[in-house]
């Protein structure tokens, strides 16, 4: 199940988190066994401006209880303030083979089971916030497999739920293990397509055989616009009980269905642009006189990087 990975996608789409956008930008790309080397304090530790980090590293050992005091201590000294439970350390390893124990939002540490494998490669965004003599002080806000690391990969989008092909899947499965849990938008927007057919036909590749479905247009100040999608849901209703329509104005905070027997979600966004755009002969055929479809016509992009932030607030168009 993925996250926003690594974002926590599914926990924000059942509306356990505020929003949908992590700003993996604002992490520079650094070395853990760099780090390790670094000058280290003989006693105590040195604190200084936080640094916001991108390690790639190995699972060694899933989150257990550690001590945060010092943890905590460095936070208020250097102004870094989390909304989130900290609580638990994991272990991870070095393209050295150096291991190190490193905080992680309990948020965050939950999920990881579920999509990295112990002896997997992954990415973590973590804040580097003091040294001790044993190493740097880091605090892990956010993973995700790495690139190239099919297991793993494997492992993060969970059960294949059948949208699209072995060779093309436009969006992230996430599993949840309660059906009939309500599923909220990324985002405000507004109801374009709502497929109640859970055997309707598709004869274009990048739509795929999704099941029940619902698709919201969420439309910005700026004119710019994204299309998200909910799939293999086993209802498509509201807060109410009762069916959704084209044309409903929704919130984040709102039900729009509820995750079906499969216990498996799929979720895909796919922004408006002149990118990407399927002009093809095949489209066109199926869907060129349907507006309900318009959005199927913009390819899909990986809904654990894209950011909803940089389009500005949501508002009805």
């Known amino acids: 199940m993925r996250k926003l990975a690594g974002l926590s996608l599914l926990a924000i789409l059942l509306g356990l988190l505020p929003a949908l956008g992590f700003d993996y930008a604002r992490y520079e790309a650094a070395d853990l066994d760099a780090l390790l080397a670094a000058r280290r304090p003989r006693a105590g530790f040195d604190t200084f401006p936080p640094r916001a980090l991108k390690l790639d590293v190995t699972l060694a050992a899933y989150a257990e209880p550690c001590q945060t005091g010092l943890l905590s201590r460095a936070m208020t000294m250097v102004g870094v303030t989390v909304n989130a439970q900290i609580s638990r350390c994991i272990k991870v390893r070095s393209a050295k083979g150096a291991q190190q124990r490193v905080f992680i939002q309990d948020l965050v540490a939950d999920f990881l089971p579920k999509e990295i494998p112990l002896g997997h490669r992954l990415t973590l965004f973590a804040v580097h916030l003091y040294t001790t003599p044993d190493g740097p002080g880091l605090l892990v806000n956010e993973f995700k497999s790495e690139p190239g690391d099919d297991a793993a990969k494997a492992a993060a989008n969970g059960p ?46 990048t739509i795929g055989h999704c099941g029940r479905y619902i698709v919201i247009k969420h439309s910005y100040p700026d004119g710019r616009a994204v299309f998200t999608r909910y799939a293999q849901l086993g209802r498509v209703v509201g807060a109410d009980g009762r069916p959704l329509a084209a044309g409903a104005k929704v919130t984040k905070a709102d039900k729009i269905g509820e995750v079906g027997s499969k216990k498996v979600l799929h979720f895909e966004v796919r922004p408006v642009g002149a990118d990407g755009v399927d002009k093809s002969a095949a489209w066109l055929a199926q869907y060129g006189a349907d507006p309900a479809m318009a959005w199927s016509r913009y390819q899909p992009v990986d809904p654990q990087t894209f950011d909803f932030g940089k389009l500005g607030e949501a508002g009805s168009k």
């Open 160 to 205: 294949n739920c059948g949208c699209g092909s072995p060779d093309f899947h436009p969006g992230v499965d996430l599993t949840n293990d309660v059906a009939g849990a309500p599923v909220r938008p990324a985002a405000d927007g507004i109801v374009v397509k709502v497929e109640t057919d859970e055997n309707a036909a598709v004869a274009v590749p």
